[in-house]
């Protein structure tokens, strides 16, 4: 089967679907093989592309001439040289051109932010509302953020919001931020728009925009860290959900019974010793060793905390998100350090922490890429 042949190609696969084998799931599997293939920035001709997928010249074609039709990927040139005796083959890349996705942002401080973007994620229109710490945020402040965005634009395949907490089938759970509980967000902006919604966790988008436009390979853990903390992990190109859509919510994980308070009901979870404005805090107008020593602790804390999961899961890439005042040489080296006092062994190498380079973005280019992926999906 190509899918097993190609486990480790940028196809992500979605946990919990099985694979039948009725024709049109072939189709799909088929279309998401080779589309995999292109995404984001790699161009190959048909022949190419049956060469690296194991389908046949008809298959391939057929599935190639529907996705030219619909606009997912574009000819755009030829080959440089000719491989055997045929002429050269027309090169097939994803097309930023004609479709459009439409995401918004939740996981910020103080911002709800939205953007049309193309098939690659990039943003191309945006629009913002700044929110004050009293805003009341429902699904109509949201669909209003969406139509101005909508105004004059077509072909857009979907929309695509990013929100912090354990969010599962469109409905969120739990969000601290907002007071949400058990809030389905999808179905009333699916029922305005009329277009397919999806609402996904803003590190798992994060996640998904570091594995396509940073340097991460098929596995990883990815942690944000900013106004609270959170992890997403990859293996084998899956991002992996949990049991209760809640993989990842290590910020309430207690790691001290006896420090303070949490909202949770617990004491000393992770988020109540490390976040953004808990450690800006901390350093406000103490001298700057001091708070390069905040950092460093930081630092450690958070290594600490990662060293079990990395033994685990024997995860090599660990990527963190979040503000470059945080996030800075101090951090990373201590964590770096605590990492490598912790974890490497005779017979475990190295495991690198590293700041995601994806920049602010993030979060909506992976909350597009999720859109672009159910589409290729259908
Ligand atoms: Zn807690």
């Given amino acids: 089967m190509p899918q097993q042949q190609y ?18 799931d072939v189709r799909r599997n088929n279309r998401s093989l080779i589309f995999g293939l292109l995404f984001p920035d790699s161009q190959y001709s048909r022949a190419e592309l049956g060469r690296k997928t194991g389908l046949s010249r008809v298959a391939v074609s057929d599935v190639v001439s529907d996705m030219l039709d619909e606009g997912l990927i574009y000819e755009n040139g030829y080959e440089t040289k000719a491989r055997g005796k045929g002429k050269r083959g027309t090169l097939l890349g994803v097309d930023p051109t004609r479709l459009r996705v439409i995401t918004v942002d939740l996981s910020q401080n103080h911002l709800i932010e939205g953007a049309v973007t193309d098939l690659l ?29 909508m105004v004059g634009m077509e072909n857009v395949i979907g929309i695509s919001v990013a929100a912090t907490g354990v969010v ?24 305005r728009f009329g277009l397919p919604v999806i609402v996904a966790n803003d590190v798992v988008c994060s996640m998904l925009a570091e594995r396509f436009f940073g340097s991460a390979g098929p596995n990883m853990l990815f942690v944000k860290l900013d106004r609270g903390i959170g992890a997403a992990t990859l ?13 990842g919510e290590i910020g309430h994980i207690s790691m001290d019974p006896d420090g303070p308070k949490c909202p949770c009901g617990k004491r000393g979870c992770l988020e109540m010793l490390v976040s953004a404005p808990l450690l800006r805090q901390q350093m406000y107008g103490a001298p700057a060793e001091k708070q390069v020593k905040i950092l460093q602790e930081a630092g450690q804390r958070v290594a600490s905390a990662l060293a079990m999961p990395i033994g685990l899961l024997d995860m090599d890439d660990i990527c963190i998100y979040g503000p470059a005042d945080i996030i800075n040489t101090a951090f990373l080296s201590s964590a770096q350090d605590q990492l490598d006092r912790t974890t490497t062994s005779m017979f475990r190498k190295h495991a690198t922490i590293r700041r995601c380079e994806c920049g602010p973005n993030a979060t909506m280019r992976g909350a597009a890429i999720t859109m672009v992926r159910d589409f290729v999906d259908r």
Avoid at 185 to 191: A, C, D, G, Q, V
Wanted: proline residues 5%.
């Fill in 168 to 191: 599962q089938d469109g409905i969120i759970r739990q969000s601290t931020v907002f007071g949400w509980h058990d809030f389905d967000l999808k179905t009333p902006i699916e029922n």
């Fill in 7 to 24: 486990a480790n190609s940028l196809v992500l696969k979605t946990p919990g679907t099985s694979v039948k084998a009725s024709p049109s």
């Fill in 235 to 247: 293996i084998n190109d899956t991002a992996i959900i949990g049991e209760n859509h809640a993989s």
């Fill in 121 to 149: 994620g990039t943003p191309l229109q945006r629009n913002e509302l700044a929110l004050s710490a009293t805003d009341h945020v429902d699904e109509h402040t949201i669909c209003e953020l969406i139509k101005k965005l």
